[in-house]
């Protein structure tokens, strides 16, 4: 493997300096094994159902910039069914390696994502298209979603994380917050200003096509996770968000949204974490198959960050595919689709 260290590229002349599709590896679909651990990040092996939440929605029906309203009178039973089922992003971090098996992608959640373990570095850069994605009819108890993003972890287990990106699904109400004993794992949902959302998002929750960002961690044997929901948006392939992770010091990581819409964040949640471990670019997808879930082509560009936010070109290997994901890895760039009427 060439050391991907040795070029450099600005943000703004990163498309005229690189030629992304070359120098190949690790980008199999087929072979190999997921290994599996017990649950305690966004990464492991096989899911319980209800990780995310999601109103009754129409197959085919496109996501809108402020969402639709959820049915109030599943709440209920979402609640319990959450206590039972309930675990939040899916899961990758700690199960290497590609695999071509086609799981019920309901209870253990599809992938098609790429890695990248030298390091470690500062802090990682994606670029995502606002591609059009759709999840499939989804409720609270039917907890289906369709994402394309970039996770950074920040230890080797994959226990802490911060991940951001696209996603398109049933998103909670402004304030949630919801803790499972059984499971040992709390959830917190907030709403940045400026995220565009109409009332009803805010006070019971919608369905939506969002731009967003989580952390995750691990304390007392418990793992905690705070999502940030930063932009209601519709998809629009010609544009692009442009993503940055990265360690700006003093026990600060800063998550910076260029591009379709511009924001800044700041997690203290990871202070302990100064450096990447290693980081994974790609698409997942909750729920059952053939259930409208769609996703057109994308690719994402994929970066690593040095200083001053130096782009970082990087290897791309194949991570974890399954069927009926599509999945490839180029140099600075995974391009992932999931066929269907998008």
């Known amino acids: 493997m060439r050391s991907a260290a040795k070029k450099t590229a600005s943000r703004a002349n990163r498309s005229a300096s690189w030629s992304r ?40 029906a496109g996501a809108s910039g402020d969402g639709r309203p959820h049915c109030a009178s599943a709440r209920g039973a979402f609640l319990a069914t959450l206590a039972v089922l309930g675990v939040f992003f899916g899961s990758v971090l700690t199960a290497r390696s590609a695999s071509a098996a086609a799981p019920d992608c309901a209870n253990t959640h599809c992938y098609s994502v790429g890695q990248y373990t030298i390091g470690p570095h500062l802090g990682a850069h994606a670029s995502i298209p606002l591609t059009n994605m759709k999840s499939g009819p989804a409720d609270y108890v039917n907890a289906n979603h369709i994402n394309s993003e970039m996770w950074v972890a920040l230890d080797a287990s994959g226990n802490h994380y911060i991940e951001a990106g696209i996603l398109d699904g049933f998103q909670r109400p402004d304030g949630f917050h919801y803790c499972w004993s059984s499971s040992h794992l709390c959830l917190y949902d907030s709403f940045e200003p400026g995220n565009g959302g109409s009332p009803t998002c805010v006070s019971i929750g919608c369905g939506a096509y969002e731009i967003f960002w989580a952390d995750t961690s691990v304390s007392g044997g418990t793992q905690y996770q705070y999502k940030h929901v930063v932009r209601f948006l519709s998809p629009d392939p010609s544009a692009r968000e442009n993503i940055n992770i990265y360690y700006a010091g003093s026990g600060k990581w800063t998550i910076s ?47 690593m960050l040095g200083a001053n936010e130096t782009l970082i070109p990087v290897e791309m290997a194949t991570r974890r595919i399954n069927q009926p994901f599509t999945g490839k890895g180029y140099l600075s760039e995974w391009d992932w689709s999931l066929p269907g009427s998008c």
């Not at 450096?275 to 082509?297: F, I």
């Open 21 to 60: 599709k070359c120098s190949v590896i690790g980008t199999t679909g087929q072979g190999g094994q997921v290994a599996t651990t017990t649950r305690t990040s966004d990464f492991n092996g096989p899911r319980r159902r209800a990780k995310k939440f999601f109103p009754d929605r129409k197959a085919g």
């Open 257 to 303: 949204f260029t591009g379709a819409y511009t924001h800044t964040d700041t997690s203290t949640i990871e202070s302990a974490y100064h450096q990447t471990r290693y980081v994974v670019w790609g698409a997942e997808y909750q729920g059952p198959k053939n259930n409208g879930e769609c996703g057109s082509p994308a690719a994402i560009g994929a970066e």
